[in-house]
């Protein structure tokens, strides 16, 4: 966490994950144009924000894409923020809706000390993933499966009317063995326009939780999430 907390101390790092918070999916051009400063000094705090998992980039073409990453924000909270700063934790954690709108994929990166085989399971077992994603229930099917490095999903929410009349999206896991480590890398894509932020907006929970089962046997409890008793 230590890379979380110097990646955050800097408030030009902390303006670039403004303009991502503003617009998710920029270019370092774009981004460029956006602050004050040289391409070469975006591209090192870029990297900076990179080796604290803050910014996770995609290849799309020839572009490269930077994602904002709110997963080390949000397991920095579930072990130093108490529940009585949940509201200011829950503003730092939580997903946004793009002013932009026509931006609506989502990347989220966590590192878990894991074996693929084990992740894999957890990913794909019905049972063992109700037991750290909060029960949330979801319908859909399996578009491509390379166990245990990638798996492809359609998703239909399932927990509410609301979330459901959004129809399905796609989630791609993506599982690289780092030495004792895996990153896991969650893709979700194919929302429509201005799509529901119920849809995406668990995923930094859900992927805590994740890392917390797979790392201590323990999922983590919603209610204390929620800032409950």
Not at 9 to 16: E, G, N
Not at 75 to 88: G, I, M
Not at 175 to 204: F, K, S
Request: hydrophobic share 40%; aromatic share 8%.
């Amino acid at each position: 966490m230590d890379a979380v907390f110097k990646a955050l101390a800097d408030p030009t790092r902390r303006s670039l994950l403004d303009e991502l918070f503003r617009q998710d999916g920029q270019t370092l051009g774009t981004l460029e144009e956006r602050l004050p400063m040289t391409r070469f000094g975006v591209m090192k705090h870029l990297k900076v924000l990179e080796a604290a998992s803050l910014v996770v980039t995609k290849r799309r073409g020839r572009e490269k894409l930077h994602f904002l990453n709110p997963v080390p924000i949000r397991l920095v909270h579930d072990r130093w923020v108490s529940k009585y700063a949940e509201p200011w934790a829950a503003g730092l954690s939580g997903l946004k809706k793009g002013i932009e709108e026509d931006v609506m994929e989502k990347v989220f990166e966590v590192y878990i000390r894991t074996t693929p085989e084990r992740l894999w399971e957890a990913i794909t077992d019905g049972d063992i993933r109700r037991q750290y994603s909060f029960s949330a229930e979801a319908s859909g099917e399996t578009v491509e499966a390379d166990p245990p490095r990638r798996l492809v999903q359609t998703m239909v929410a399932e927990w509410s009317e609301e979330v459901r009349r959004e129809g399905p999206s796609r989630i791609t896991w993506e599982i690289e063995p780092r030495g004792e480590m895996c990153r896991l890398t969650v893709t979700h894509d194919q929302l429509r326009e201005g799509a529901n932020d119920q849809l995406y907006g668990g995923w930094p929970m859900i992927l805590s939780s994740l890392k917390s089962f797979l790392e201590t046997g323990e999922a983590l409890d919603m209610k204390v999430l929620a800032g409950g008793a």
